[in-house]
């Protein structure tokens, strides 16, 4: 951009009536060659670059400058002026100056209000610094004159049309520029000397001290006259395109204004209607982000998108979505934390009160708890609960969380097949939202809640991704301190929660992600402890919420081990519970019709409410040969089952019925291979053996079986069946063969055990490497019950068979 301040100085001289004439070819020549001393007063400047025929002010702030203009103003007003290379320093030596300058002479003299003296020079012909003579008042320097290098006759035409192209560019760039006053174009055009012109135009360019000074220091006129027109052209497409730039922005900013003004009145409307403006909205918001305690990094990742949400339009979708975010952020507890209650003796008071029996379960979380105490602070544990239903693997979460007086919090895993639903959906989406995760810490207010996981095992897969891997980072302790939601878009940190899953089956959670996690081993119930379950909590329940008081109903414990035994089959109490609340609506119905009735429960009362009691699994006295009670395992708990052979003419193949297996049919034919093998050792005649077909058959057929623990009673049957010696009355047994007759362990042992002595079973054979399994039941629970170990198949036979 030019700025041109010739016209503004003129206005300045006006005043004196003295208006500075443009000079003609003839007076620019005569200046030119003017001969001036070769000793002047030197002015040194900061900010201005001198041109020979160029007015200019020069404002002197300096003790030494506005004397030395003081006392030029007095004599011939001749001084010489010449550029500092550094505005920054004060006292500038002859190193700190250009070493080419011009003379100028002093049209006016004025004293500014601050103290400052301004002069309006006009250049007259340009030197070169020799040496300083004179330091004190004022600098005095010795200088060469010089004069630039002429146009030579052969480039005048050339050289006539670059001042020419010179001219009118200038001309059209003060047309360009808005700032500049047209009345410039004028001055220009009146501009007769082709030096002043070049010199005029290179004065008023918008470039750098520095540069100017390069186009003074350039002796050769035409060459001068090109680089000034570079730089002018560049000048010129610069402002072109700002214009460009503006008129595009003008055009946004009219549309802009429209949206604002629209705006402005869909807020008085709001304000009218009692709602609250988007600026408004936005200032309640960092309001409530101030009170917030988070990291700094959260904090600064919160004002980004707040100032974003000031920016957006609040018609657009994607307004509601900022929105929904932030007050995400702010709804989320950071950094708050419930206090833990570190009392044990109360934490365990409220896990017996609430439950009975998981002693494991128990001692684990009174270790936890022990251990936070003395730390203070520790990594929360990934429990998973594993067992049959109804065993109260949901309900200990509570109870949990009620011990350690923090949050509790439910989420429901069964189905889920979306893996959105654990890590959210990126906020690019319109409806998006957070996952499960962060939805349950924003519920409880709290960083440190208890999360359960409710049925694990039964998370799906689909084309929405794996939910199961997702849980990954979420459940390992070395990663969940950073845990990325697609919503939220920032670290979480998980690793202050309690996490505790809860499954049936552990066969089909992912294997990594079983790695990650503690299982703890919650088996079936006891008929003991059923009674106990049902006295304590189950009646009582029921109870109150049929709206009967204790006095209404009384249910002894014989009566309760009536209904456990004669109408449950389970390894859990939720059947237990529906039949008590059966009893229990009975009754309430009794009170309605205000119907006389026995308040305490008999067995025949029992009977005439729930219906014929069911035939309980019984072992049975063994009258033939071939029949061995075996133990199983189910989902709901231990099971016995009976396993018969018997012989047919044939010739010796094997045959089994019961919906069995493919492992079970292996265990079979091992067991017949096994006997073919070891004949002689049995006392088996060989012949039998060739001359008859072999039939299994496992009873409830429609029920599927499968496993090897039934090996050793498939071996035992078919020795039975062969020798025609019966097996003894109430012995089971469980375990798995070889082909060497090597007896191995197998699992479910507290369960099948359990099982065999609800049926009355009194001696039970085992592997000897299952002995550690029957250590951890309670031996009041199997008191009465032999357990005999094997590892054997000749152990198993000479101990089951009747001599």
């Known amino acids: 951009m030019i700025n041109l301040d010739i016209l503004s100085l003129n206005q300045a001289i006006q005043g004196e009536n003295e208006i500075i004439p443009l000079l003609t070819q003839d007076e620019e020549d005569k200046m030119m060659n003017e001969e001036f001393p070769t000793v002047l007063p030197l002015l040194t400047v900061r900010n201005v670059v001198l041109f020979p025929g160029v007015v200019v002010p020069i404002t002197a702030g300096r003790s030494k400058s506005k004397s030395l203009l003081l006392e030029a103003q007095k004599k011939d007003k001749i001084i010489a002026v010449i550029t500092q290379k550094d505005t920054n320093i004060d006292e500038p030596g002859i190193n700190d100056l250009y070493k080419v300058g011009t003379i100028g002479k002093i049209i006016k003299l004025l004293k500014m209000p601050d103290g400052s003296s301004m002069a309006i020079l006009q250049g007259m012909r340009k030197f070169s610094l020799n040496s300083i003579v004179q330091e004190e008042p004022y600098f005095k320097a010795e200088i060469s004159l010089l004069n630039d290098k002429k146009v030579s006759q052969k480039n005048s035409e050339h050289f006539n049309v670059l001042v020419e192209s010179l001219r009118e560019t200038a001309i059209k760039t003060i047309h360009e520029n808005p700032a500049i006053p047209s009345e410039a174009s004028f001055a220009l055009k009146n501009i007769e000397g082709t030096t002043l012109l070049i010199n005029f135009i290179a004065s008023n360019l918008n470039l750098s001290v520095k540069e100017k000074q390069e186009l003074l220091e350039i002796n050769n006129l035409e060459s001068r006259a090109s680089e000034t027109l570079k730089h002018l052209n560049l000048e010129l497409q610069k402002i072109t395109l700002k214009n460009s ?14 949206d604002y003004f629209l705006q402005q009145q869909i807020k008085t409307i709001q304000e009218e209607l009692g709602g609250v403006s988007h600026e408004e909205e936005a200032e309640e918001m960092r309001k409530k982000a101030s009170k917030k ?37 702010l709804e989320l507890p950071w950094e708050h934390f419930s206090k833990d209650n570190f009392d044990i003796v109360h934490a365990e008071k409220i896990l017996n009160r609430d439950h009975f029996g998981l002693t494991d379960v128990k001692e684990r979380i009174l270790e936890y708890l022990a251990v936070l105490k003395l730390k203070g602070d520790m990594k929360s544990p990934i429990i998973c609960l594993y067992g049959p239903p109804g065993v109260g693997k949901t309900s200990l979460g509570k109870s949990v969380a009620s011990a350690l007086g923090r949050k509790y919090i439910r989420i429901a ?7 959105s639903e654990i890590r959210g959906h990126r906020k690019t989406y319109i409806g998006a939202m957070p996952g499960r995760i962060i939805q349950s810490i924003k519920k409880a207010g709290t960083s440190n809640p208890v999360i359960v996981l409710d049925e694990i095992d039964k998370i799906g897969t689909s084309g929405h991704g794996d939910p199961s891997s997702s849980l990954l980072e979420v459940l390992d302790p070395e990663q969940n301190n950073k845990f990325h939601d697609n919503f939220l878009d920032i670290d979480y940190d998980l690793s202050k929660v309690l996490f505790i899953a809860t499954a049936n089956n552990l066969a089909t959670i992912q294997p990594a992600l079983l790695d990650r996690m503690e299982i703890i081993d919650l088996s079936g119930y006891t008929i003991e402890e059923k009674i106990e379950i049902s006295a304590k909590y189950l009646l009582p329940k029921q109870i109150s919420e049929h709206g009967l008081a204790k006095k209404d109903l009384t249910i002894g414990k014989k009566e309760l081990e009536f209904i456990i035994q004669a109408y449950t089959r389970e390894s859990g109490v939720r059947n237990l519970e529906r039949k008590i609340a059966k009893i229990v609506r009975h009754i309430a119905l009794l009170i309605t019709r205000e119907t006389e009735y026995t308040k305490k429960i008999n067995k025949a009362k029992i009977e005439e409410i729930l219906g014929p009691p069911m035939m309980p699994e019984e072992s049975e006295e063994n009258k033939v040969p071939g029949v061995v009670t075996g133990l199983a395992w189910t989902q709901v708990g231990g099971d016995i089952l009976f396993i018969e052979s018997i012989l047919s003419k044939g010739k010796g193949t094997l045959s089994m019925t019961g919906n069995l297996g493919n492992v079970m049919k292996e265990s079979a034919t091992i067991a017949l291979e096994y006997i073919k093998a070891h004949s002689k050792d049995l006392g088996i005649d060989t012949d039998i053996i060739e001359n008859n077909n072999v039939h299994i058959h496992v009873p409830e057929g429609a029920t599927p079986k499968d496993g090897p623990s039934a090996g050793i009673a498939m071996l035992t049957s078919l020795v039975s069946s062969f020798t025609h010696k019966k097996v003894k009355s109430k012995w089971a047994m469980t375990g798995e063969i070889t082909l060497r007759g090597k007896v191995l362990p197998v699992g479910g042992i507290k369960e099948k055990i359990l099982a065999a002595k609800r049926a009355g079973i009194t001696d039970v054979i085992l592997c000897k490497e299952n002995r550690k399994d029957v250590e951890k039941i309670n031996p009041e629970y199997i008191k009465g019950l032999n357990v005999h170990y094997v590892s054997e198949m000749s152990e198993v036979l000479n101990l089951a068979l009747e001599v």
């Open 413 to 419: 895993l069964g189905g889920l097949h979306d893996e």
């Open 245 to 258: 730039i503006q008129d595009k922005v003008n055009s946004d900013l009219n549309k802009q204004q429209r």
């Open 293 to 329: 305690k988070w990291s700094k990094e959260v904090n600064e990742h919160f004002e980004k998108e707040l100032n974003r949400l000031v920016r957006m339009n609040p018609q657009t979708p994607d307004y509601g979505v900022q929105r929904n975010y932030l007050e995400l952020m």
